[in-house]
């Protein structure tokens, strides 16, 4: 249990540095890494966006600093008692559990942002915390695992236990692959297209993990994919709708969000976006859709974003903006069933 | 020629008595209800003038008995000056007859009131009116008179040496009245003349029990105010005969000297100069016209000072305010004084309360209190000059929102108010008062308005540092608990500290 040994001692620390200023009859002062978009920077050796050199302030001494101040405090206690408890506490659980310690959040996006400055000041992911999103991912495969949550700790479980997939949370988050038959990680944005990849036995014929990711995938995902990257080598192809939010799932799982720079280890730089891209869209002739205002909007963002500078990225961002059309993965259907597996995702995978 | 019956007109005249209870609605005797509340009234002014011309704290005792048959016996006992015996008659027997004339603030003008009262008991139940009063000269006198009507005279019906322990009068009426439906405003009328004599201690009984207390609120009393010469812009056709009948000797220059405030032998010899007339004239043979003549000038010439303002007595700020916060529950309260200024020839004095309290309603304009030489108005105020004016003022500038109860006390004092009618429920429409009362109510609107602000502010102040305190103690604690401290350390003298430097800057 070193982890969390490293994670008590980490918030202890927090504690006495809050404390000790207020025993000498000082106001604590908090230095927190900036999270705004002009510090996170691309670090080379890590293959990742981290977060720049630029920090914030929060003095408990300024009356409009002194309330976060104070929820961040809470946040770390009840992170702290979490981990001597067992225990995990989704994002939602934790807004509403300030309410029982006095402690008030407007909404859930400002204990979520408090809880971000808790990784933040902490240099630890909130999962370290027992702290987990609202899961809507499932994956089913190929892979055995191997529990260390408390009660289950040794219990091996088959990832095909499941015709509907098993669902990705904190305990198969920290499970540890023991071993697998299969050949890549296969992550779809649709649960339509995950039920249809496993009813027509695709996982089988391409040798795949299949991960669904439900829209932008919730950390844990990201980190069981990296852990099925890094632990077994697989390959990870990424497959999501034709437009600029599908083309940003695949490119955050590999490069990282801005909203989590400062966290390490959830990057799979090496994974491979394979469609839909607008070269496919012409390609197969699929159905589509025009682009709207706020499509075409993100396009004009993502083109100026670091990430997208390679010359591959910038072709597909071209070629969405001359055709000015989208396409969703289902759109293959109107080929029949199973087009997109005995046609597309081969010609892509094979 | 037709055989029309010729109409023959007779002509006759009547007497001030006579004509006022014909137009009895004048002075405030129209109804039933009317009638009961101006019957006390007028005795309670009476009484209230004449502890002030004896330098007394006043004590009024009101007595009202009502038997079956609608009579009404009310009794008021005061320890004013007295009246002297051989004026008794005539005092309260003759209609336009008193002591009231001369130029200083008195509650009474007419001379009118308590006969009308006589008048209006005799007329409905026949019964005579009793009078026991004592001076520091005699032992006691009791009268019971009637008024002969016809001839506006008295009629004594029987007068008797009887002792009264103590200095003052007790007027006893017997009237036809509505006690019920005027107990209401009875009620108001001894609350607020309290208000507006804060010396004084009024009680009510009604049948054989204490109804009420009013005051006492102040033991200080007034300074006296001193009778005034008239100023010369307050001179009329009228005054001016009167005046130089009684001077008829005196030549122009020494008649004005004599008989006019702020007029002395320099001011005349200018005023005579400027206006071309001969001041050796003697005024007895002045022509009708001559008088007309003086009396425009003496109104329109500029160069006059202000009227004396030594015959007023406003009630003051402490004393005010001190009896609206004793009569009403209050939270804050203003007050503001504007003048002397005059208004032809007269001085004038016009005060205000502004408070605000749970007791007032809550509107966006305020509640108005109007008093009238230290007589709470109650009847006809939206005929008011006072009311119209509050009315046009915009409250809403000064932070005033329907959200806060509020009320404005008013208090205008004159050697003369402009009443509307005899009745003296109202103040007539008088530029002067107007301008003067427009720019108090603007002053205290201001007064309110930073009051409020900084109530306001402070109490944000309070609140930011509730809310400071309170996310402060739960970093001590919270944070102590991750440090695994066994004692959570006090943070009073630190948010102590911060919040007095903040309010030093």
């Known amino acids: 249990m070193h982890d969390t ?16 200023p207020i025993l000498d009859e000082n106001f604590p002062v908090l230095e927190i890494p900036d999270r705004k978009t002009d510090n996170i920077v691309f670090d080379e050796t890590l293959n990742q966006f981290v977060l720049g050199p ?23 206690a009840f992170a702290k008692e979490l981990i001597e408890a067992a225990r995990t506490s989704s994002l939602r659980d934790l807004y509403y559990s ?46 055995r695992m191997k529990y260390i949550v408390p009660g289950y700790e040794g219990r091996e479980i088959d990832l095909t236990i499941s015709p509907d997939g098993l669902p990705i949370g904190p305990a198969l988050m920290t499970a540890e692959p023991v071993d697998s038959d299969a050949q890549i990680v296969l992550a779809v944005e649709s649960g339509g297209m995950f039920s249809r990849l496993i009813e027509t036995k695709a996982w089988d014929r391409f040798s795949a993990v299949l991960v669904q990711l439900g829209g932008q995938p919730p950390r844990a995902t990201r980190r069981l994919m990296r852990n099925l990257h890094t632990s077994l080598g697989l390959p990870v192809f990424i497959f999501t709708d034709g437009d600029p939010w599908g083309m940003h799932i695949a490119k955050v799982i590999m490069s990282g969000s ?43 963002e993502l083109s100026r974003d670091v990430r997208y500078s390679g010359r591959e990225w910038q072709n ?13 993965q289902q759109a293959f259907s109107r080929y029949g069933m199973d087009f997109v597996v005995d046609t597309y995702l081969s010609d892509k995978i094979l | 020629m037709s055989h029309q019956k010729s109409q023959t007109i007779t002509f006759e005249s009547i007497s001030p008595a006579e004509f006022f209870y014909r137009n009895r609605q004048m002075a405030g005797f129209g109804n039933p ?38 009579n009404i016996i009310i009794k008021v006992f005061d320890n004013g000056c007295g009246v002297p015996s051989d004026e008794i008659p005539n005092a309260f027997g003759r209609v336009l007859y008193g002591s009231k004339y001369s130029q200083r603030q008195k509650r009474g003008t007419f001379g009118l009131g308590v006969t009308m009262a006589i008048l209006y008991g005799q007329i409905t139940t026949d019964s005579p009116l009793i009078v026991h009063s004592k001076t520091p000269d005699s032992q006691g006198m009791l009268y019971q008179l009637l008024v002969d009507v016809e001839n506006n005279e008295p009629i004594v019906e029987r007068s008797e040496e009887l002792q009264r322990s103590e200095n003052g009068t007790t007027v006893t009426v017997t009237i036809k ?44 009393i007034p300074a006296p105010v001193i009778a005034s010469l008239p100023h010369p812009r307050a001179a009329d056709l009228e005054m001016l005969r009167r005046l130089t009948q009684k ?22 010899a200018r005023f005579l100069r400027f206006m071309n007339m001969n001041p050796h004239q003697i005024v007895g043979e002045m022509t009708r016209e001559d008088l007309t003549k003086l009396g425009t000038s003496l109104r329109s010439y500029d160069g006059f000072e202000k009227p004396d303002s030594g015959c007023l007595s406003p009630i003051g700020k402490q004393e005010f305010v001190r009896s609206v916060a004793s009569q009403f529950n209050t939270t804050l309260t203003h007050y503001s004084v504007r003048g002397p200024s005059e208004w032809q020839g007269n001085p004038f004095v016009i005060e205000a309360v502004l408070a605000t309290g749970d007791d007032f309603p809550r509107s966006d304009t305020p509640s108005l209190f109007r008093f009238a030489n230290r007589v709470p108005l109650l009847y006809d105020s939206s005929d008011d000059i006072l009311t119209r004016v509050m009315k046009r003022t915009r409250w809403a500038r000064y932070n005033l929102h329907t959200a806060v109860p509020v009320a404005l006390f008013v208090h205008v004092c004159s050697t003369r108010i402009p009443f509307k009618a005899a009745g003296k429920q109202s103040i007539a429409s008088v530029p002067e008062i107007e301008n003067e009362a427009q720019l108090l109510f603007k002053e205290l609107g201001r007064k309110l308005s930073k009051m409020t602000t900084k109530v306001q502010a402070s109490a944000r102040e309070i609140k930011k540092m509730r809310e400071f305190s309170k996310s402060f103690r739960q970093i001590v604690r919270f944070s102590a608990s991750l440090a695994e401290l066994e004692n959570v350390p006090s943070t009073e003298n630190l948010v102590q500290a911060l919040f007095e430097v903040d309010t030093d800057a």
């Open chain 1, 5 to 20: 040994d490293r994670a008590l001692n980490t918030l202890k620390e927090l504690g006495e540095r809050i404390i000790q």
């Open chain 1, 98 to 143: 300030s309410e029982a310690f006095g402690v008030k959040f407007r909404n859930q996006s400002e204990s979520d942002r408090i809880v971000t400055d808790l990784e933040c000041i902490t240099g630890l992911p909130r999962e370290g915390f027992g702290i987990y999103p609202e899961e809507h991912s499932s994956i089913y495969g190929k892979v």
């Open chain 1, 316 to 328: 597909h961002i071209r070629d969405f903006k001359r055709m000015r059309v989208k396409a969703e």
């Open chain 1, 54 to 76: 630029s920090s914030v302030i929060r003095d408990s001494s300024n009356v409009k600093h002194v309330r976060s101040f104070a929820q961040l405090t809470w946040t770390a």
């Open chain 2, 247 to 268: 001077n008829s000797s005196k030549t122009l220059h020494d008649f004005l000297c004599d008989s006019f405030q702020r007029i002395g032998p320099k001011t005349t």
């Open chain 1, 258 to 300: 801005a909203n989590a720079a400062h966290i390490r280890n959830l990057t799979i730089p090496s994974a491979k976006w394979i469609g839909v891209t607008p070269e496919d869209i012409s390609e197969y002739a699929l159905p589509t859709e025009s682009m709207n205002n706020q499509d075409l909007k993100r396009l004009e």
């Open chain 2, 177 to 220: 009245g509505d006690l019920k439906r005027a107990y209401d405003r009875l009620m108001d009328y001894l609350k607020l003349s309290v208000i507006s004599t804060p010396h004084a201690r009024i009680s009510l009984t009604i049948g054989d029990n204490v109804v009420n207390h009013f005051g006492r609120f102040s033991n200080t």
């Open chain 2, 33 to 70: 209800t009317q009638a009961v509340y101006s019957t006390v009234r007028e005795l309670v002014e009476n009484s209230l003038d004449s502890c002030e011309d004896a330098a007394s704290l006043p004590r009024i005792e009101i007595d009202i008995q009502d038997d079956t048959s609608d």
